[in-house]
């Protein structure tokens, strides 16, 4: 009966097999063929239709039958920046057409792709923006643009209300559930964990935290005043006292160059392409463009590796796996081709074992090649780790980095077990403290100081990396550590970064090293790889490699990795992670 059942599943599963890869033959029939433009056009922006990302997903378009509605591209933020390089110089190419509302995307790649529109306008031709719902994201897109249209028609909201974060803490929820989490942290900023054992956020947590919220702000009011011409205290106040609501307020503070109906939107845009009706604009989709004009490259001079997600240990690929990466940065140093390479950071860290295997291949690599970093969204922790050691380091202002701190974090679950569960668990082990992972029981004072003391040379190991990379003492290093998390704007002032530019900014810098002066002497090659679609299917379908999850910077991910790890492991884990999920609207 058993081996009836089994067969039946192995069945089952061999026809579900096939039924994947034929359709992956039929989206790949679909979805093929390049993708063919008009002689000349508008460059149709709409940042609904898209998400900005790190790397370019590859998604076939005949994918949305197979899933059975509209799939959304990711488009990788080098590939978004080259096609509209590209763009700036195609006489086919009349002028951008930016549609920002909807954007998705961290604050790194909205501010670089708001440079590279910036660049754009310097070739010569135009960039106009329509909104219907402006909001911190969307306007400060919008900004860069030539004129800045809005919609003439009430019904809207306004999202144009500056930033902010929200913080959870679980303490008095975890309480009622009889669940006791065992914090041992170096770093009085060091906030990961804390939502657990806290009800409040303590002073220093709240501290970092108007502090970095303030600074992101500030720098994406700047690049806003800046572009229209405006007063960033007349701004922030308009903000402050909820003066921009409807469509008129926009325009009569100059926020807006005019506010208009779909007909003469398109009258507009018509004008400005010299063409006599819709129909002949010809505009064309910016994922179709970049399909057709960026080619990724699979030999080049340059390379940049892509440190983007949680640093975990083991093999998985969607995230920073340690075996993996280090794998892959051996890989890029063997590769006599390869004369320098970009470290591309957008973590916010995790483990510290994987963060160790990582920053080992990346000192290897750094012996024989120049070795930069450029920061996206997050350069944290683990993220910091493993890249301060590169020779020159450069930030987004808004990227949140630093956060050089280490905690360990274990629940124990004994009040659960005996006044919620009624269970009665009873330990046998061969040792005084053989049965400190249980987690049915808390640490005893020498369990909590055998944890502390890992934590404490982890920590020091930390800072004297960071010493040695950024040339400062570990004294100056430990004042600005203590877990505390900076805005890549500050972070320039005390010396954790060397510069605010951008990956194409990092990418320059690292040519220039080996003697490339212009773009056109050298090819950038990427790595990883991105999956191809049958590989992504494949992984969905759960024939990837996939180790078991790990705890990240965000909070709610926290017990399963502290319960998979110890499952696996039988050992404590120390983490150098930062607890921040930071979205733009």
């Known amino acids: 009966m058993v081996l009836a059942v089994l067969c039946g599943f192995f069945i089952i599963w061999i026809l579900g097999f096939f039924f994947m890869m034929t359709m992956v033959g039929s989206i790949a029939l ?3 063929g390049k993708t063919v433009l008009p002689r000349s056009g508008v ?8 998400t900005l990302g790190e790397q370019t997903v590859d998604t076939p378009k005949g994918f949305a039958s197979l899933a ?3 799939v959304i591209p990711t488009i990788g933020l080098w590939d978004a920046v080259q096609a509209v390089k590209a763009a700036a110089a195609d006489p086919a190419v009349k002028y951008i057409y930016l549609k920002p509302d909807g954007f998705s995307g961290g604050v790194a790649q909205l501010q670089e792709f708001r440079k590279a529109l910036s660049d754009f306008r310097e070739s010569g031709k135009a960039v106009v923006a329509y909104t219907e719902n402006p909001g911190n994201a969307s306007y400060y897109l919008a900004s860069a643009s030539d004129k800045i249209y809005m919609t003439s028609h009430h019904g809207g909201t306004s999202q144009l209300i500056g930033l902010s974060g929200r913080m959870m803490f679980l303490k008095d929820l975890l309480d009622k559930l009889g669940v006791n989490y065992q914090l041992i942290r170096h770093g009085k900023y060091k906030s990961a964990g804390e939502m657990y054992i806290k009800n409040a956020p303590s002073e220093e947590n709240l501290e970092q935290n108007q502090v970095m919220i303030s600074s992101i702000w500030n720098a994406l009011t700047k690049d806003i005043c800046e572009s229209r011409d405006f007063d960033e205290a007349t701004f922030n106040g308009l903000i402050d006292d909820l003066k921009l609501n409807l469509p008129e307020d926009f325009l009569e503070n100059k926020l807006v160059d005019d506010l208009v109906s779909h007909d003469e939107l398109v009258s507009r845009l018509c004008d400005l392409a010299v063409v006599d009706n819709e129909e002949d604009l010809h505009l064309i989709a910016f994922p179709d463009y970049v399909a057709a004009k960026v080619t990724p490259a699979l030999k080049g001079n340059v390379a940049i590796i892509f440190a983007d997600g949680q640093i975990i240990d083991g093999e998985e690929y969607e ?6 990466f280090a794998r892959i940065i051996d890989k890029v140093r063997k590769d006599d081709s390869i004369k320098s390479v970009v470290l591309r950071v957008n973590s916010p860290g ?12 990346l000192d290897s690599l750094a012996a024989v090649k120049p070795l930069v970093a450029s920061y996206g969204d997050y350069a944290a922790s683990g993220g910091y780790w493993i890249s301060s050691g590169c020779s020159k380091i450069f930030s987004d202002a808004a990227t949140l980095t630093g956060s050089i701190g280490v905690f360990s974090m274990i629940p124990e679950f004994s009040a659960a077990a005996k006044n919620i569960a009624h269970v009665n668990v009873v330990s046998v082990g061969s040792n005084k403290h053989s049965d400190m992972f249980s987690l049915m029981r808390p640490f005893d004072k020498e369990e909590i100081a055998y944890m502390q003391a890992s934590v404490e040379d982890i920590y020091s190991s930390f800072v004297s990396l960071v010493s040695e990379g950024r040339g400062m003492s570990e004294e100056a290093v430990d004042e600005i550590a203590q877990g505390r998390v900076w805005a890549g704007s500050d972070a320039l002032r005390i010396g954790l970064v060397d510069e605010i530019g951008t990956l194409q900014d ?22 990883p790889k991105p999956m191809t679609f049958a590989e992504q299917l494949m992984e969905a379908f759960g024939q990837g490699s996939k180790e078991p999850n790990v705890l990240s910077g965000t909070p709610f991910e926290g017990i399963g990795k502290v319960l998979s790890d110890i499952k696996k492991n039988n050992r404590g884990t120390v983490l150098a992670a930062m607890p921040y999920d930071i979205e733009i609207r």
């Open 350 to 361: 995790g483990s510290v074992a994987a963060s160790s295997k990582i920053r080992a291949a």
């Open 43 to 50: 460059l149709s922006m709409d940042l609904s239709t898209f």
């Open 30 to 32: 679909s979805g093929g």
């Open 68 to 70: 059975g509605g509209k």
């Open 506 to 527: 990092a990418v320059n810098y690292a040519a220039s090293e080996v003697g490339f002066i212009s773009e056109s002497d050298y090819t950038v090659v990427a790595y």
């Open 319 to 324: 995230q920073v796996a340690g075996d993996r």
